[in-house]
Nanobody, 119 residues
Framework: QVQLVESGGGLVQAGGSLRLSCAASGHTFSIYEMDWHRQAPGKEREFVAAINWFGGTPHYADSVNGRFTISRDLSKSTVYLQMNSPKPGGTAIYYC????????????WGQGTQVTVSS
């Protein structure tokens, strides 16, 4: 079992900055990747960014590439999403996702944190 707790959401002005955190606990040794996703009102959940737990090049959705940065701190079992120059369309609940392969492929999700981008 892996538990995820997101924090750092709130109100941010377009063009400003905000950093989200996601702390993992439990069987963190089984994690191979952590992602951020978001779900805007009335829309489906969409991928934002991903990072391999053991290193490698992060991946970003085209809509945030160049403005958002995903990073992780293994010593704290925490992944971050630095949001620079967010846009009003970025208002959504942001969810953290931890992916494991063993004993079987599975995705764990956090409860989400609300981000509201004002214009």
């Amino acid at each position: 079992q892996v538990q995820l707790v997101e924090s750092g959401g709130g109100l941010v002005q377009a063009g400003g900055s905000l950093r989200l955190s996601c702390a993992a606990s439990g069987h963190t040794f089984s994690i191979y990747e952590m992602d951020w996703h978001r779900q805007a009102p009335g829309k489906e959940r969409e991928f934002v960014a991903a990072i391999n737990w053991f290193g490698g090049t992060p991946h970003y959705a085209d809509s945030v590439n160049g403005r958002f940065t995903i990073s992780r701190d293994l010593s704290k079992s925490t992944v971050y999403l630095q949001m620079n120059s967010p846009k009003p369309g970025g208002t959504a609940i942001y969810y953290c996702n931890a992916r494991i392969r063993k004993p079987a492929p599975y995705d764990y999700w956090g409860q989400g944190t609300q981000v509201t981008v004002s214009s």
